[in-house]
């Protein structure tokens, strides 16, 4: 009886570990399967919204130059019948837009001439202005958002709504996850940027901010810290990326916070790169103002506005807070 046992024990075969071998690398080659459809249905879905012309749609904006013209609302490939298709509605805009430069004119014209008391001295200390607010649709439209999943460039999300305080809630979700095309080396990156022009596309300068010396925000944050840029493009497409920066510290918790960031610590960027050679920011060169967070911090964010404005401190008697270096004409850089 034992011996008969003992004839049919059966040695462990080869083709057994063979066999599960063969089924762990199918299960690898699967979930690699799996990984790449999913990326891949991620890209699918980061579909580049459409570019209006005169910047009449919701345009993501971008950190980099805006496009070749440097102009928001330009698309080399927005066809001639999507032009005249939107035209008309373009056209009602830009009168409504210019019928109101005229009344502000018309009424600018009066003898109070704020501008004009301000620049002789009629500015008091400690006085304050509320340039923007976030309480109607029409207010918050002005302002522009944008992140690398808009661009293909990376999976971070952002918006920018009203809330039930009558104050702008930027929030959404930072992602540094790479897009693997071979081109993208860094991403995490969510942006809102002012998009406030005169008709027909024209800029609006920051002019009457001269006579103030501080930015004045009112904010309540989530403990991140994000960063204001003032942005000073002209004409020449060297100075496209040109705009003046100042990080934006956050408290994490329910409570409001004041800040007046001086206008003499901005410092000079270019596309969001600090430059060696700094100056103070010229407020009439800058058209634009925005919010960026890019801390290589994956997780969520949230930012809420209530307002930003101006605030003049007349003890506040520095120039400009950075070294600055002047080099002879002669010297080993060339002229």
């Known amino acids: 009886m034992l011996r008969n046992l003992r004839l049919l024990r059966v040695k462990p075969s080869t083709s057994v570990a063979f066999y599960s071998k063969e089924n762990a690398d199918i299960n690898i080659r699967d979930e690699k399967k799996n990984e790449l459809k999913d990326f891949n249905n991620k890209v699918q879905v980061m579909e580049k919204k459409k570019v209006g012309i005169f910047g009449t749609s919701n345009v993501p904006m971008n950190t980099n130059f805006p496009n070749p013209k440097g102009v928001p609302g330009y698309d080399p490939e927005f066809s001639v019948k999507e032009l005249l298709a939107e035209l008309p509605n373009t056209t009602k805009k830009q009168s409504k ?9 018309i009424k600018s014209a009066g003898v109070e001439k704020v501008e004009l008391l ?29 992140c690398d ?16 305080n009558k104050t702008g809630l930027f929030s959404g979700s930072i992602s540094t996850q790479i ?18 022009r ?3 596309n024209r800029k609006k300068f920051l002019t009457k901010w001269r006579n103030f010396s ?11 810290s994000y960063k204001i840029m003032l942005h000073s493009p002209l004409s020449m497409d060297f100075t496209w990326g040109d705009s003046f920066s100042y990080p934006l510290h956050t408290h994490g918790g329910p409570y409001w916070q004041y800040e007046k ?11 969001g790169r600090i430059q060696d050679r700094q100056y103070r920011v010229n ?10 967070l890019m801390d290589r911090i994956d997780g969520d964010f949230s930012l809420e506005i209530d307002y930003i404005g101006v605030y003049n401190d007349t003890t506040h008697i520095e120039d400009f807070a950075y070294e600055t270096y002047t080099l002879p004409v002669f010297n080993t850089h060339g002229f």
């Open 214 to 224: 501080h930015l004045f925000l009112k904010i309540r944050g989530d403990g991140r």
């Open 261 to 271: 960031i001086p206008f003499s610590k901005f410092f000079h960027t270019v596309a």
């Open 283 to 292: 407020l009439e060169d800058c058209s634009s103002i925005g919010i960026v």
């Open 118 to 146: 301000e620049d002789i001295g009629f500015l008091r200390h400690n006085e304050a202005r509320v340039e923007y607010k976030f309480d109607t649709k029409e207010k918050l439209d002005l302002w522009h958002l944008g």
């Open 179 to 196: 897009v693997k095309d071979g081109r993208v080396e860094r991403a995490g990156w969510a942006s809102i940027k002012l998009e406030d």
């Open 149 to 164: 999943s808009d661009w293909k460039e990376g999976f971070s999300k952002c918006s920018f709504v009203n809330t039930q």
């Open 198 to 200: 005169k008709s027909f």
């Open 97 to 105: 837009l210019l019928g109101g430069e005229m009344r502000d004119l």
